[in-house]
């Protein structure tokens, strides 16, 4: 406590701190209470009291009672005669004590808790309320503390405090592995996916990191690097410098050994043999990994259903840098990863199998003069089981001059069978495949007999070119597929 201005009377007697204050009590109660109630209620009381004069030099003690040696641990004549500020160590709030003086100067009440120590050294937290008391010209003669511990308390809020923490921190990082993987899941690319990952990483682990692919044979073929600082021009060209020359990679014995252990391999940080590291490297690359920081590195396989892919390396500049919740975190991050990229992998598989089916499917067309043609693979609707829509142009062997070809449509499946045409012996349907015939009738000169009209059954029976080319098409209904009639 602080010192106060003394007086130019001197203090009343401790006893006058218990006078009897004139109240009227309710109606049943006893007029005058006995004249020792106080001091007995405050011996009584399981709360700290102490009552310091700050009329005095340095404001001390001069009472206290039981419960103030019970949770002090000192005797009363140990303490009486001194400032109380003997309960206070390095580690109290020394903000809260200038707000405790602030407080008394200003002859206010002032309540905080403290970290104070027991005489035995043992810490406690101190609940302090210091309030003034004043005589009736409104001088302080006295300050009144009440003090509790409340130790255990502090110690539930602060785990309370910790373990929200915990759960925040949580939630951050599954938040941080579920974005990185969907980031990469929305490639459909596991070279540009490779090329991603170690820049969505850098920020958030060590100091930088490096993705390096490997082959169907287990061959390093590609590495990409990233910084958590990329706009740093000396990292930049650190980075720059090991893309570009891969000794370091090759000869390095940890990235052979996960390698080579496959799914045997359990990820864990590893401090790095910087004695060694002159030797497995060129000078440049040597001068590069020192400028990104080499001190701890922790290695995650990036596996797929069937094969390593690769693997996803983190390094710190500092020992002892990844903690065992970013063991975990990094662990989890690799297996996503290399799920995600074994997608990307396997989806453009299939994507270049499925283009190289259709273009197979495509008819190879014939040069017809003053005609464009193309050819184009359209798939069924999405009501469809199988099969699509086919256009094609084709020649008519044996046919006059005027009519060398034709065009026509039809569909392999559907729920309802398109009609087609063919320009020798009908006339072209409507839409487009019509639109296409007509056109290319009339390009070569041949006419369309408005008047000519022949049955379905006898154009399907009598036209070579509808029997040769439609025998392989089984449409859903029994009803067969011939050309609309002129």
Not at 356 to 368: A, F, G, I, N
């Amino acid at each position: 406590m602080t010192q106060s201005p003394a007086p130019s009377q001197a203090p009343p007697a401790i006893a006058d701190t218990y006078a009897d204050v004139p109240v009227a009590p309710p109606a049943g109660l006893p007029a005058n209470l006995p004249a020792d109630i106080q001091r007995r209620a405050a011996n009584a009381s399981d709360l700290s009291f102490t009552i310091s004069d700050p009329t005095l030099p340095d404001n001390p003690l001069i009472w206290v009672n039981p419960a103030f040696e019970r949770v002090t641990g000192y005797r009363a004549d140990e303490v009486l005669g001194r400032n109380c500020r003997f309960l206070q160590s390095a580690a109290t709030d020394a903000d809260a004590l200038q707000r405790i003086r602030d407080a008394l100067a200003e002859n206010r009440t002032s309540a905080e808790t403290l970290l104070n120590v027991r005489r035995d050294g043992t810490p406690f937290w101190n609940q302090v309320v210091i309030s003034p008391v004043l005589d009736d010209e409104g001088r302080t003669t006295h300050h009144v503390g009440i003090q509790a511990d409340v130790t255990s308390r502090v110690r539930e809020d602060v785990a309370k405090v910790r373990r929200l923490r915990s759960a925040e921190q949580q939630n951050d990082r599954l938040r941080l592995l579920a974005t990185i993987t969907q980031q990469l899941l929305e490639l459909f690319d596991d070279s540009a996916g490779a090329e991603l990952l170690p820049r969505l990483v850098a920020p958030h682990f060590g100091d930088w990191c490096f993705v390096t692919v490997v082959d169907d044979t287990g061959r390093q073929t590609t590495t990409h690097i990233a910084s958590a600082d990329p706009l740093d021009p000396t990292k930049a060209a650190a980075v720059e410098t090991l893309t570009r020359s891969t000794t370091w990679l090759e000869r390095s014995p940890m990235i052979n050994h996960v390698l080579a252990a496959g799914n045997d391999y359990l990820p864990a940080p590893y401090a790095n043999d910087l004695g060694r590291l002159p030797e497995r490297t060129e000078r440049w690359e040597h001068e590069a990994l020192l400028a990104l920081g080499v001190g701890t590195s922790i290695l995650v396989p990036l596996r797929g259903r069937d094969r390593a892919l690769g693997m996803l390396t983190i390094v710190s500049g500092s020992r002892d840098a990844f903690d065992r919740d970013d063991v975990r975190d990094i662990t989890a991050l690799g297996a996503r990863a290399g799920l995600a990229l074994d997608n990307a992998r396997l989806f453009a598989a299939e994507h270049d199998r499925a283009v190289t089916l259709q273009r197979s499917m495509l008819p190879v067309l014939p040069e017809v003069p003053g005609l464009d043609c193309a050819a184009s693979y359209l798939p069924a609707s999405a009501r469809a089981a199988v099969g699509g829509d086919w256009y094609d142009v084709i020649p008519l062997p044996g046919a006059t001059s005027g009519s060398r070809w034709a065009t026509w449509s039809g569909t392999t499946s559907g729920p309802q069978p398109r009609w087609a045409s063919c320009a020798r012996c009908c006339a072209p349907a409507p839409g487009p495949a019509g639109r296409r015939a007509r056109s290319s009738t009339a390009s070569t000169g041949s006419s369309v007999v408005s008047g000519w009209r022949t049955s379905r059954a006898a154009c399907t029976s009598t036209c070579p070119l509808w029997t040769t080319r439609t025998a392989p098409v089984r449409p859903r209904t029994p009803a067969p597929v011939t050309c609309r009639l002129c």
